[in-house]
């Protein structure tokens, strides 16, 4: 089992299926044993909270 934690890009370029990520990067990502890791400030920074 492996741990991954998105950084903000990353994260929504994988939720939206964006080509930009990387096909190896998605096929680690799809994975079944992958457990996939969001910090919480990826929300501040998606929302642009000050």
Do not use: C, G, R
Not at 8 to 37: G, R
């Amino acid at each position: 089992m492996n741990d991954y934690l998105l950084d903000t890009q990353a994260f929504i370029w994988f939720v939206e299926n964006n080509l930009k990520l990387p096909v190896k990067t998605k096929n680690l990502l799809e994975h079944k044993a992958s457990n996939l890791f969001v910090s919480i400030a990826s929300l501040y920074e998606d929302l642009d909270v000050q």
